[in-house]
């Protein structure tokens, strides 16, 4: 029935609508090109993001302990100043971690959970340890828990790094065949159309394989009659 509807459309109508197939299908080429750019982005952008936080707070971690060794042991009002903004630093790297266990998953989570708390422990003994004079009697005991907590904390530091990292390549590979298979798949949408068209617009005895003048023994037997 809609190939019978299709026959009885005027030749004008038939450009019309070959146009708007062709406008449909560069559409869709522009829709599937715009997701798989935001797709990519923003995930992308995400990787990125988890990547340089983790990494931040690492640095920040560093320079924290190289700024607490030279304060401990030259106690100066410059070191002390560089000392507090390095550990102000720190903090706030520490704040700024993926902290979303929907979204960062179990085991960056858990590195995460552990430096966060481990942090507040060592802070609480770094604080004490900064303020006691170096005559104390316990005080190189105390100094060497202090530096046995930083030890820790950089090992998980380094370790959340890693997963991020390892966690952003997989999640990165996942994403690549997407991207390669989608024009593909643009391609076989547009073959689909134009192969509707092109059926819907055959001509019935064309179908049928009948050609539209008779047969050589059809025109013999005409000019004997």
Excluded at 26 to 45: E, K, V
Excluded at 89 to 108: K, M, N, Q, V, W
Aim: charged share 25%.
């Amino acid at each position: 029935m809609l190939r019978n509807i299709w026959l009885t459309i005027s030749i004008k109508k038939k450009i019309g609508i070959f146009a708007a197939m062709v406008i449909l299908i560069m559409a869709l080429s522009a829709t599937f090109s715009i997701c798989i750019m935001n797709f990519s982005l923003g995930g992308f952008n995400t990787i990125l993001n988890d990547n340089s936080r983790c990494h931040d707070f690492q640095e920040a971690l560093d320079l924290e302990i190289e700024s607490f060794a030279d304060y401990i042991r030259d106690a100066t009002p410059d070191t002390r100043d560089q000392y507090v903004l390095s550990c102000v630093r720190t903090e706030r790297c520490l704040r700024s971690l993926p902290f979303d266990y929907a979204r960062i998953g179990t085991e960056r989570y858990a590195r995460t959970w552990s430096i966060l708390n481990g942090y507040e422990t060592y802070q609480a003994y770094r604080d004490e340890l900064a303020e006691t004079q170096v005559r104390e009697s316990d005080f190189v005991e105390r100094l060497y828990r202090v530096y046995k907590m930083q030890e820790y904390l950089q090992t998980y530091a380094r370790r959340l790094v890693q997963v991020t990292l390892k966690e952003g390549n997989d999640s990165y590979q996942e994403k690549v065949p997407v991207f390669y298979n989608m024009p593909y798949l643009i391609l076989a949408i547009s073959a689909v159309f134009m192969g509707f068209v092109m059926v819907f617009n055959q001509n019935p005895l064309q179908r049928a394989g009948i050609s539209g003048s008779p047969s050589g023994p059809v025109r013999q037997k005409n000019r004997q009659k």
